[in-house]
């Protein structure tokens, strides 16, 4: 979790526009922003990356009861590909030797210029701990719905880590990267914030997102593809950008199957599996959906589909997340346009195929995507502005639950996954 504490609010965006105004002119400006966390794997670990508009050094001060001590790091040059060249450094340092389940309050910057005072807790290393994990993809700068209730579950405990599932800002790279800018600043007050890449990122070979999100290093080092373990998790994110943009090579394609498939091998490994028996992927763009966008999902040839379906059967993927549909849709177990449910009784209890859930209506300026005639794996379809939020509740059962801010934070939807067999072998 993370938030601010002791700071008054309004003084800090005054503060804020007042430097924007000075760096206008062309001042020098090291004061941290954009300050968020990203979670690495290891429960002892976290990283804190933030912005200066001009370079200084990298230090975060950190401690339980005060900032006491100093961990470094370093900062990379990043200018957007828009016209102004707008530039800043991105700095990022990890945090090491932590104490799982254990609240740090820190402090970002260097001497010429120090953050707000922040906190976080350490990711829990004990087996009967439940993560609450807020998921939802596409939502913006403007007309960011669902963000203020985001803000206040991630500051009061009641959400531990955020998956947001493509599309952010709408877009980074809008106004010379600036509306980046301020998405980055909306996020602040949000906990761990992990993420995978939309079609809204592709602008300068996705390099705004490529550059202003850190996400573990297992992958292909640039945030398009990577995994990590949480609890008794793995989740694995991926692009799903590489098939529907023509200046992505067919070696990226290759490169980001192999990896899945090597990633997914060693996943189901016996003594993998046992210690993370759900395996949980995360992908812009759905293999199924039902609405009126012409998307790839209502094709029958879909390209995400035909790319990875079999693969993410072939090696007992549980649960499969998306967006970029401006909507909730909860699916029956699927696999090839058939349905399998567990039973007609309790569908989700052993299912013989992957579960597939829509969370793309956080809020955007492009607002909602309506449904057509729904299809034979449609369990649950709304267009109200919200969030999913699921909860691991150990390695055989996790619930999920749509959260409606459209009906002041209702719960619309949930339902309880439950898997006494994890793997391929699951769907025998």
């Known amino acids: ?13 005054v503060c804020v526009a007042l430097l924007l105004v000075v760096n206008s002119y062309g001042e020098i400006w090291y004061q941290p922003e954009q300050v968020h966390l990203s979670a690495t794997g290891n429960p002892t ?11 200084t050094e990298s230090q975060v001060q950190f401690g339980v009861t005060a900032a006491k001590s100093t961990s470094s790091g370093s900062s990379t040059k990043f200018v957007d590909g828009g016209p102004e060249k707008h530039t800043q450094f991105i700095h990022r340092v990890k945090l090491t030797k932590l104490k799982p389940g254990t609240k740090y309050v820190y402090r970002c910057g260097s001497k010429k210029g120090w953050s707000l005072l ?8 004990r087996t009967d701990w439940s993560p609450r994990f807020s998921i939802y993809g596409d939502m913006g700068n403007e007309n960011a719905q669902s963000l203020a209730r985001l803000q206040r579950g991630t500051q009061d405990g009641t959400l531990d880590v955020i998956l947001h599932v493509g599309d952010f800002g709408y877009d980074l790279d809008t106004n010379n ?8 600043r909306q996020i602040e007050p949000v906990a761990a914030y992990m993420t995978c890449a939309g079609n809204h990122e592709s602008a300068y ?22 995994s990590w373990n949480i609890n008794s998790a793995h989740i694995i994110s991926f692009s799903t950008e590489v098939y529907f943009f023509g200046d992505v090579s067919n070696e990226t394609k290759t490169n980001q199957f192999k990896w899945l498939e090597a990633d997914l091998m060693e996943a189901n490994k016996p003594e993998r599996r046992a210690q993370y028996p759900w395996i949980i992927t995360m992908g812009h763009r759905p293999m199924y959906c039902s609405d009126s966008d012409r998307d790839d999902c209502t094709k029958q040839r879909s390209l995400v589909r035909s790319a990875l379906e079999d693969m993410f059967y072939k090696y007992g993927v549980d649960l499969e997340l998306w967006a970029h549909e401006h909507n ?22 052993n299912p ?16 909602h995507d309506l449904f057509l005639f729904s299809k034979p794996w449609d369990a649950f379809r709304s267009i109200d502005y919200g969030y999913s939020v699921m909860q691991i509740r150990n390695k055989t059962h996790l619930t999920w639950e749509q959260v409606s801010d459209d009906q002041s934070g209702k719960v619309i939807d949930k339902f309880t996954l439950i898997k006494d067999r994890h793997g391929p072998e699951a769907w025998l």
């Open 205 to 226: 070979n996705f390099s705004n997102y490529k550059n202003r999100f850190t996400m573990p290093l297992y992958g292909d080092n640039q945030n398009l593809w990577y």
């Open 328 to 349: 909730y849709e909860r699916l029956w177990p699927v696999y090839k346009e058939k349905v399998y449910n567990g039973s007609k009784e309790a569908p989700y209890t």
């Open 1 to 13: 979790m993370k938030g601010t504490v002791g700071i008054n609010a309004y003084i800090f965006q």
């Open 45 to 55: 670990e976290m990283i804190v990356t933030w912005s200066t508009f001009n370079d």
């Open 118 to 125: 922040f906190f976080f807790k350490a990711v829990e290393n």
């Open 177 to 184: 990267g600036h509306v980046g800018d301020e998405f980055m």
């Open 352 to 367: 013989k195929a992957p579960v597939h859930i829509i969370t793309g209506s956080a809020g955007c300026k492009e607002r």
